[in-house]
């Protein structure tokens, strides 16, 4: 075979097998085994309910996803286009959100905006007792923005690293040409960016049609969305039948939207010249970007605040600050038999997540280079490739156990089951991140090459993997994070040795009592550190020494 | 590249030898939900004795796990399934997913709790669903704990209550039913007379108890003083506090005929090929070893009456009169309870 058959082979095959089978295995068993019928769909269609879920659905994600760009763009504008000190830290931390567990965020908004929180106690303590309350728990408004809270980063990082390397002198043009600066961003730099953008916006999109833990626990059971409506349909009233209807529903509704994101996307896409950072980055400031960048590094501050909020409650005790959830983590008083070390746990958590990112790379990157061949199919391709992100971890969890129960391949109890299940849900963002990029790419650069006498496989080394190392980055970070913070098919699948850090914390929060709350948020804590520190490491990794522009 | 794909390859093909191993008839796999709990030096003690392994896999919470038991059918991956509970027990027969099991120890179990007359599913441990209230919220405002139900639909008591949703949550479900045991179905003030006045005077509903209890209770920082749990809550609270207390900080609120008993029990799985052992394993959970273990770690009361539990379940009160709704009924029922509470309460 050779090695251009298997690059279209390879993951190809790795959703036939991983994904669609496992589906159909579900659903079939769903519909008991037999024909499809309209039954199910009859019902479900026919029901004012299940219609209401499926419009609040559509439209909630929308206005999320707009509302994540408009606060993520500048974001994106700063990591591209500025230099500071602590800046790949600070990039790291704007990333947390996305991988904390929805109920730790959840208390972090009500230690934050609760009613006895850090915000209405300032304002009584500000105003006295008639002050203006913000009482925002469970309405739309917090769906909204944790939506944005949780997924403004994708924003940030597929587009700043896209930025980053778009030569600025269209820009410089344009501003000699006697352009403002409004009229320069209108008409040159946003077209420029409109790939990653619409990359982005697929990705939050999706995430926030498919959003279960922050709309369930952020807004209330009102606010049920279709995912929710799966989830009840299958475990409490058992009717398999219309769950299953409403996932093909979701799919197929989702699959509607992607062909039509990708091909805007695909269109959208222009020959760009992609240049090394130090050009850019070098600029003169004024002190206008001076306070552009103040400003909103103490946004991100305040952004970031939930997440602070948690930490701070982590350390505090009746007596002050100290360590004692901490070190409670360390000790099983109880003498349980599921008992894990905290070491244990992130060192599953992390090797899970490493596994993950390498299957996510490698099934990402030759996905993302079967699509953009010359061909008319590739937005089918490409919506094909973001299906797993759209179905449910309830209903993918359950076709695994259905798909793979019988020796030779029995992964029921496996850890690989749940590796297999992130790099799902992971390698959608490398396709995403790669396609910009590669489809900017200037065709002459290849072909210079290849005139030149080189091989497919030194043009891949020399003159692409320099080009895309910066997305594949990017890509890598999101894969990494999509796999730590996973939760729904990790506490279905898995035996107790492989519990990971979200599940740890799910478990804690499971009893009362404040020793319990205690160490859930001291673990949730080690969540935070470990992956900051798995974005900065990840953010270290260099292609030889260019990779990183 | 190449070599983390040659990495990657190596790691696959190894996790899949490993992953083919056949389950030995020595191995008992035990499949369960997240909330179950148990030592290890119990657990060890049992392999000892009856020279085996035990795998406790825990699957989702306890509908998960059922649903897993299910789509497993005739080819199940574990030999035993524990967490069955009274408003689960009819789904779980009706797919016949058990075999039959009488254990001799069921001599000693009250009557009230052998819940599955049928002889599959073995009680282990009940539990009652009722309101908890936040102590020092209700002194500070001058409030006293509401002894009726009905009094919850007063201004005293407006956007004061935390519910789980029936839909999603098994005390929710819980205490839909102990509604329906209070009000009545067909009475001229039914219990959807009642959720309608509850919604109208601001009850919020949320779709689990985590959420509800850490989030929305006045416990930990949300502006509900009532929420609908358990009543070993308080003794946990007990526990777990962080410095030592007199008292929990929390308390029951125990209203005749309106209190859940919740029984959950255990089950051998059909086409399972360790089937005597698996024997072993409910007459041993049945033992008092076993049965007085748990209660301190799943906060749940065990349904051997020769077992003690420990001093602090002083502060988990047991209702004089519980919700008298069997296991039957509510399997013929809860679709339907549940569609109409939805309409009431979140259309």
Redesign the interface.
Known sequence: MTASRLLVVGPISFIAVFFLYPLVAILAKSFGGGAVGLGPFQVLLGDTYYLGRIWFTIWQAAFSTFLTLVLGLPVAYLFARHEFPGKSLLKALTTLPFIMPTIVVAMGFVALLGSGGLVNTGLSGVFGDNAPQVRIANTLTIIFLAHAFYNYSIVVRIVSAYWANLSPQFEESSAMLGAGRVQTFLHVTLPLLLPAIWSSAILVYIFSFTSFGVVMILGGSQFATMEVAIYELTVKLFRLDIAGALAIVQIVFTYIFMLIYTRIQARSAVPVTLVHREAIAKRKRSIRDTLFVIGIISILLIVLSPLLALVERAISTNDGYSLVHFSALFSNDSGSYFYLSPLHVIWNSIRFAFMSMVIAMLVGTAAAYVIVRPGKRSSILDSLFMLPLVVSAVTLGFGFLVAFNRPPVDLRGSWLILVIAHSLVAYPFVIRTLLPVLRGMPPHLKESAALLGASPLRVFIHVELPLIARALVVGATFAFAVSMGEFGASLLLVRSEFTTIPVAIFRLLGQPGAANLGQALAMSTLLMAVVALGFVVIERFRYRDIGGF | MTR??A??SI??VL??T???G?DEDSELVIMTH??F???????DEFETDNDATV???????A??AL??AI??KN?P?ADLLYGIDNTYLE?ALEEKIFDEYRSDLLDQVPDEFEFDSSGHVTPIDYGYVNLNYDIDFLTENGLTAPETLEELTGPDWYESLVVE????SSPG?AFLISTIAYFGEDDDYDYLDFWADMKANGV????????A????F?M????RPLVV?YAT?PA??F?????PIESPP?GNILIDNATFTQIEGIGILKGTNSKNLAKKFIDFALGTRFQEDFP??M?VYPVNEKAATPDFFKFAEVPSQPVGISAEEIGEKR?QW?QAW??VV??
Not at chain 2, 37 to 43: K, N
Not at chain 2, 213 to 216: A, I, K, S, V
Request: aromatic share 10%; hydrophobic share 35%.
């Open positions: 983390w794909t990495i990657a790691m696959l996790a899949f490993i992953a083919c056949e997240d909330s709990d148990i030592s290890e030096t119990i657990i795998v406790i896999q825990r699957a989702g919470d509908g998960e649903i897993r789509l497993e080819n991956s789904r949703n029936p839909a999603t479900l919020l509903v949320k779709d689990g108890w985590s959420d209890y850490y989030t929305d006045t930990y920082g949300g502006d749990s809550s946990a609270e526990l777990f506090s962080e410095d929390t301190d770690k906060f679709e549940i939805t309409k979140l259309r």
